[in-house]
């Protein structure tokens, strides 16, 4: 089982599509359970990516699938869309119920739950993002801070239980704590919930940190697609298409140029500062 | 999918009509359509769509284009010709069955009206397409601006539709992007009766307003620290200058339609 | 003379809430690369709000170029002086074109039309966005978008420029784009700039770091004392940048002589060094 996208095509026909580049036959995997960053420019197509994975947009050739169910087929595509959960940038602006606790059920509710099952789910969804039902269950969604209301949006997703959870930019615009507390529940929600997690991100010391497998995209194609230690390892290739390359990396690499032999893959700052460590206090 | 929608249907070219001042266009489009409104007589037409058909070729902009912004008229022209076929009921008879009675005055009446909206909106057409909406905005400011003795608040309306203008396709953006995210969280716009497709749209419409509100805001802030404060004391940077080819192109149609005008009544 | 002074501050939005800033008191030099950070709601922007009269002191005294901000008549000569930018690239842009919303700010202040003409023509240039004056400002990149902000705000020649989360929405290509030209304006055209971040990463290269918590001032200094009190920072809900904190984690396990440097070149010269010095290379 897994979202599946053979040869996708698609290019944009309107003239605004400066800001988001054509897929050029895409073939990708993502497998169950598995955590999965994509990276690349603003532009280079991760934001078209993603929204072929629920079917939000069809190829114009090429298929994708969801656990076998094909997304160009409307009656499908509604159940794929289930198990598919969809965080866009800036989610608390899909925010627009009275209560927290209504619009986190609305996502369970067009999925046609009983109002118990959908109680269940919101009471579950908000204890996995950190919000506490009696604390926010009741509350305008908009006297919620920014923090807040990003949570709650992402309990709107997760109320749908998806075996998929993809997330672009779930950080975008949130100060260090709230940014580390998205990131803490995003990893949280993984083991809880046995859902895979694709995940568009800018940052590259949080991918190294937390992914397993990372999707490098430059205009419209997969450039590289490999385990998170062996993506960083082509610093090169990395810089040539203009990214930023992990902190740790970029230390190691700078130590290597000078001549200490750091061995390759090391890409997070703990795992450099234990490796560091050990070979320093050895003397 | 919103992205289709053409919004200010300019086309760039450098032609003679797309050089004239804004204000001459604006002027000469309300000449033309006086006269249009003036002409009583069908066989009048003619000169008056030889004229701006010979415009049109001025404008260098391909003439399929110039008619395609006739297509989403095409149902109320339809109508208009149908309810003066059916209620004219003067003249010879040609045809009667039922209730319907089709008579020759009604069929000169209705060819009438249906050219003469047609030629309304080519010639409105002439404008838009050939000039920015900023551009037509700051004709429209400049013109109104003696009324600004009557405090007819000439400024504020042009800087309102300067700002609408430049919102509308963020906003669209904006729509586009709430439509996915709801959808993704399993909304269904697309089917159900009309009251529950009413219902589907809450979703869009209250995240719409308040987005579109709090950018309202922010615009605020940001002209205010930009010194805007009315229109009063403000200089602009591209000052509009009545050319050479402004007066001859005004002198030229004046004539030429007023000439029509002139026959028409004389007739 | 301080270009811009913060006299015992105290804002109130509402007349019973908590106080958004209570008791800030603030000197800012002529020609310095001031850095004001803080966790969300701790004032940061509440502040930047005051330094061009936006919002007035509930009590205390604000002088910019010597004027009162509280007094009405100096309002629109210290907007003129103190050129804002906003966090959202999109809700700054009032017109359609580019150049035009360039011009904006100067026509608002009466100057004359080739004067406009010149310093809408210097303020792209200074950005680097000349080629795209004719562009429609919704097909433009958000970095892109925050540069024709600041070129707007440059046509109306102010003295300071303050940059309020200016970067918040942006990619990191948008941000460096954005932090560059921060330092060149204020390296090269002597312009005093106050950025107000969260991204630390940014405020290595300040003169100073005012950081902020709960509507005060926690403690400043320059980056390099700032960074060495992670704990503190870690306090007030911020975060030291990963080559600091990688270094603070060496210095701690004493694998790594102390040092105060920030910048991720320098602290992995000075990794290198001690692999020198303990005879490993």
Known sequence: MAIEMKNVCYTYMDDSAFSHAALKDICLTVNENEFVALIGHTGSGKSTLISHMNGLMQPQSGKVTVDGLDMSDKLKRKEGRTRVGMVFQYPEYQLFEETVKKDIAFGPHNMGLSDEECDERVREAMELVGLSYEKFADKSPFDLSGGERRRAALAGIIAMRPKYLVLDEPMAGLDPMGRRRILDTVISLRSALHCAVVMVSHSMDDVARIAERVVVMHEGSIVMDGAVSEVFTHTEKLREIGLEIPTAARIADGLRMRGVDVPKGICTIEALSEYLTGRLKKC | MLKDITLGKYYPGNSVVHALDPRTKILLTIFFMIAVFLVSDLWLFIPVTLGLFGIMLLTEIPIKLILSSLRPMKWILVFMFVINLLMIRTGKVLLEFWIIKITTDAIVRAVFVSVRLLLLVLGTSLMTLTTTPIRLTDGLEKLMSPLKVIKFPAHELAMMMTIALRFIPTLLDETDRIMKAQTARGADFETGSLIKRAKAMIPIMIPLFISAFKRADELAVAMDSRCYHGGDGRTRMKVMHFAKRDLIAAAVLIIFFGAVIVTGILL | ?281
């Open chain 3, 1 to 281: 003379m301080a270009i811009i002074s913060v006299q015992d501050l105290t804002f109130n939005y509402t007349e019973s809430g908590f106080p958004a800033l209570s008791n800030v008191s603030l000197e800012i030099e002529k020609g310095e690369f001031l850095a004001i950070v803080g966790h969300n709601g701790s004032g940061k922007s509440t502040l930047a709000k005051h330094f061009n009269g936006l919002l007035t002191p509930t009590s205390g005294k604000v002088y910019v170029c010597g004027m009162d901000t509280a007094d009405e008549n100096n309002s629109l000569d210290i907007k003129r002086h103190v050129g804002m930018v906003f966090q959202n690239p999109d809700n700054q842009i009032v017109t359609t074109v580019v150049e035009d919303d360039v011009a904006f700010g100067p026509e608002n202040l009466g100057v004359p039309s080739d004067e406009i003409r010149k310093r809408v023509d210097e303020a792209l240039v200074s950005v680097g966005m000349k080629k795209y004056a004719q562009a429609a400002p919704h097909m433009l990149s958000g970095g892109q978008k925050q540069r024709i902000a600041i070129a707007g705000m440059l046509a109306m020649h102010p003295d300071i420029l303050v940059l309020d989360e200016a970067t918040a929405m942006l990619d990191p290509m948008g941000r460096r784009e954005i932090t560059d030209i921060a330092r060149k304006l204020n390296k090269e055209n002597g312009i005093t700039v106050i950025m107000i971040t969260q991204h630390m990463d940014e405020v290595t290269y300040a003169d100073r770091v005012v950081v902020m918590k709960n509507g005060k001032i926690e403690f400043e200094g320059d980056p390099k004392r700032v960074f060495s009190q992670s704990a503190r920072l870690t306090g007030a809900g911020l975060d030291v940048p990963p080559a600091v904190a990688l270094r603070n984690k060496l210095i701690c396990e004493h694998a790594l002589a102390p040092t105060n440097a920030v910048d991720t070149e320098e602290i992995t010269d000075d990794i290198y060094r001690e692999f020198v010095k303990r005879g490993i290379v």
